[in-house]
């Protein structure tokens, strides 16, 4: 069973549209984090959340983490070709503090945004 | 750019081998971590070291093994390697004394094949 569960796997919209994908848990978090990973690197960080209910935006996307902190929601407003890549959230793997774990990875949503 | 890199972005060898794969981190980084991605598995932890000493497990097979070095640059050994063995490898570094945050930051990565 994994941790984080990422819908939908896939997704191709058209330049323009709006979208939302989703991380769920059955576990409670006290922060996660979002990542995009484009073909042939490494992921990079987008945001962390960490107070449930908490929105953060970052220019067309907005980020919020649910009100129980065991899920969150990305959305794109207005979806340009630069976004397509794989979103990955994440949370801490290990119980000890400071950010000394490695983090657990959902599979991600494959996004494609067609001109 | 991250800032992290790793060497070599490419490597094709056969079962049974052995690699090794290296790994700068962030200027000032003392964590680093090791993860690798494949379509089945997705991105998973597999080792950190935080200053030249292990400091969390992962999902790392018993053929496989890490080290960090007094200069903090890490190398991961893969031994007896498998056909399944082939992924992509990230490092990820973290923890620069004074950060507040738990961001890791990914290199790009070595293609692993085996044949």
């Known amino acids: 069973t994994q941790l984080l569960e990422q819908s939908p796997q896939f997704l191709s919209i058209q330049e323009g549209e709006n979208l939302t994908v989703y991380c769920n848990s059955s576990?409670?978090?006290?922060?996660l984090q979002w990542y995009r990973q484009e073909p042939g690197e490494g992921p990079v960080l987008l945001v962390t959340?960490?107070?449930?209910?908490e929105v953060k935006k970052l220019k067309r996307l907005t980020f919020q983490f649910g009100d129980a902190r065991k899920d969150s929601s990305l959305h794109i407003t207005a979806a340009q070709p630069g976004d397509t890549g794989l979103y990955l959230c994440a949370v801490k793997a290990g119980r000890s503090g400071g950010g000394a774990d490695g983090l657990t990875f959902g599979k991600g949503t494959h996004l494609i945004i067609q001109p | 750019d991250s800032g992290v890199t790793q060497t070599p972005k490419h490597l094709i060898t056969a079962t049974g081998q052995r690699v090794t794969l290296r790994c700068s981190p962030r200027?000032?980084?003392?964590?680093v971590y090791w993860y690798q991605q494949s379509l089945d598995q997705g991105l998973q932890f597999l080792i950190q070291?935080?200053?030249?000493?292990?400091?969390a497990k992962g999902n790392i097979l018993e053929r496989f093994s890490a080290q960090q070095f007094p200069d903090l640059h890490s190398e991961l050994n893969l031994s007896s390697l498998e056909l399944g063995d082939s992924a992509l490898y990230f490092c990820?570094?973290?923890?620069?004394?004074?950060?507040?945050?738990?961001?890791?930051?990914f290199g790009p990565g070595t293609r692993l094949t085996v044949t």
């Open positions: 070291y935080y200053n030249g000493e292990e400091r």
């Open positions: 576990s409670v978090f006290s922060s």
């Open positions: 990820a570094s973290s923890g620069t004394p004074g950060s507040s945050s738990y961001e890791q930051y």
């Open positions: 959340v960490v107070t449930g209910g």
């Open positions: 200027s000032g980084d003392l964590s």
